[in-house]
């Protein structure tokens, strides 16, 4: 009766996907992701680098019609046929407001690219080559087993398979998504839970790939269809596990909370 229950609910979840995009990624294998266009985890919010900042800055400026206008004023007021004022009762008055709003979007710039370099270089734990290692979030490629500490951000949109609380229950706070400061709760599928801890510990090593199909990238927080297929086994291969479960939003845990 349960191997019919989820056949049905994997094949729902199949169906719920074919009037969006599907993703497609392989779990725990780089190599086979590498035929994917998936982006990769680096956060890049900025706007400019030293070479685009002058011209695409100044472009921004002059979208505005304030700034067109007194542009024009300014080239008419060069031509001493044309105008009898000074050319410098326009010249400057534009070049003050080019040169503050350049200089406020520099600055503004500049501190984005210092929060994305904090995002980019904050440690994770990421299961590779049969073991845990420490990494920069930045560096996480889709596939990847992470590890999360108590209290730590996420550092990726993950899916969540175990939890060291019973049932691979866990709690979590998204303030920073929909403003609820209440803590909800996400729980593993029951196929998962348990595989990935020892005692309330993690397991130092195991054997795990895999295939996922979702839905892509959307704006529903509440919401989410796809499914997993996982082959797991121990670090010794005793006994190996099947596992195909359908992904649902009870199992995803959104970056940045």
């Known amino acids: 009766m349960d191997k019919e229950n989820k056949s049905k609910s994997s ?3 199949r169906d719920s996907m074919t009037n969006s995009k599907k993703y497609e990624f392989y ?3 780089r190599l086979m992701n590498l035929q994917f266009t998936h982006k990769s985890n680096t956060i890049n919010q900025s706007k400019y680098n030293i070479i685009t900042f002058l011209p695409k800055a100044l472009l921004i400026q002059f979208m505005r019609l304030a700034n067109i206008y007194f542009l024009i004023i300014a080239i008419v007021q060069l031509i001493p046929i044309i105008s009898p004022l000074t050319p410098l009762t326009a010249i400057v008055p534009i070049t003050f407001v080019l040169t503050v709003s350049l200089i406020r979007e520099g600055i503004e710039d500049y501190n984005r690219h210092v929060y994305d370099d904090q995002l980019n270089n904050e440690p994770v734990t990421v299961f590779r080559d049969q073991s845990w290692i420490q990494d920069r979030s930045g560096d996480l490629l889709i596939g990847e087993i992470v590890y ?3 209290n730590d951000p996420f550092p990726s949109d993950l899916i969540l398979l175990d ?4 049932d691979g229950l866990c709690f979590i706070e998204t303030a920073t998504l929909d403003g609820e400061k209440t803590l909800k709760n996400k729980i593993a599928n029951k196929s998962t839970a348990g595989c990935f801890n020892n005692g309330g510990n993690k397991i130092e090593s195991f054997n795990l790939n895999g295939y996922c ?3 892509g990238p ?3 927080l509440y919401r989410f269809d796809g499914n997993l ?3 797991f086994s121990d670090k010794n291969q005793s006994k190996e ?3 195909s479960v359908p992904i649902e939003a009870k199992q995803i845990l959104l970056k940045g909370i």
């Open 241 to 243: 596990t099947k596992i």
């Open 163 to 166: 939890s060291n609380l019973t």
């Open 213 to 215: 199909v979702c839905e």
């Open 27 to 29: 779990i725990n294998n």
């Open 148 to 150: 999360v500490k108590q």
């Open 11 to 13: 094949n729902k979840s």
């Open 218 to 220: 959307n704006s529903e």
């Open 229 to 231: 297929d996982l082959n």
